[in-house]
């Protein structure tokens, strides 16, 4: 069974849908460890409700990204992970994880990548006018937001649509294509080949 590393921020309801996925079997997985860089994040309650392992590692605490990263490591080794997700995770990995984790970190983004990366993309998307919106699983490189492509869903944008009812619909759609995604990685399915990512069938 793999072994996964989830990193969060805040809320944690992608945490809490990958949670669900494998309690209902639909995952064959299993979270070693949940940590977060926030020490009140709700997505640390979670996991201990599910008696999973959950860590705060204070990043004010280290004198660089390299040191903290470090620390993250040293975390993820000892738990032996396989697979590290970030979700909600607001800090910008360095060198230190990205190597270490070479195409074994996926992200999930509100947006359909390569439109709208960073902050706030949902509100970017809907400030922007567009007609269809929606999510993207995928891996994580250097550039931000900008790893191979898992799997993206589209959501139409309605007519009397706010930012936070767009970003809604698509928060249905992540908690979908997370653990989809999740499942092809821990089945072996997922090529990467340059920007593409083949998914074998
Ligand atoms: C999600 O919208 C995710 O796509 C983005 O950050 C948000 C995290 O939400 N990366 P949650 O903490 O999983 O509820």
Known sequence: MIRIAVLVSGRGSNLQAIIDSIENKYLHAQISVVISDIGDAYALERARKHGINAVHIDPGKFASKASYEAEVL?????????LVLLAGY??????????????????????LLPAFPGLHAQEQAFKHGVKVAGCTVHFVDEELDGGPI??????????????????????????KIYPEAIKLFAENKL???GRKVKIIK
């Not at 040293?74 to 396989?82: C, F, M």
């Not at 607001?90 to 947006?111: E, F, V």
């Not at 589209?154 to 706010?162: G, L, Q, R």
């Open 191 to 193: 090529r990467i080949e």
């Open 74 to 82: 040293k975390t993820l080794n000892s738990h032996n992970v396989q």
């Open 150 to 175: 898992i799997l993206q869903k589209c959501v139409e944008v309605k007519e009397d649509d706010t930012a936070q009812t767009l970003a809604d619909r698509i928060l249905e759609q992540e908690h």
């Open 90 to 111: 607001m800090k910008i990995l360095g060198k230190t994880l990205l190597t270490a984790y070479k195409d074994r970190i996926l992200n999930i983004h509100p947006a």
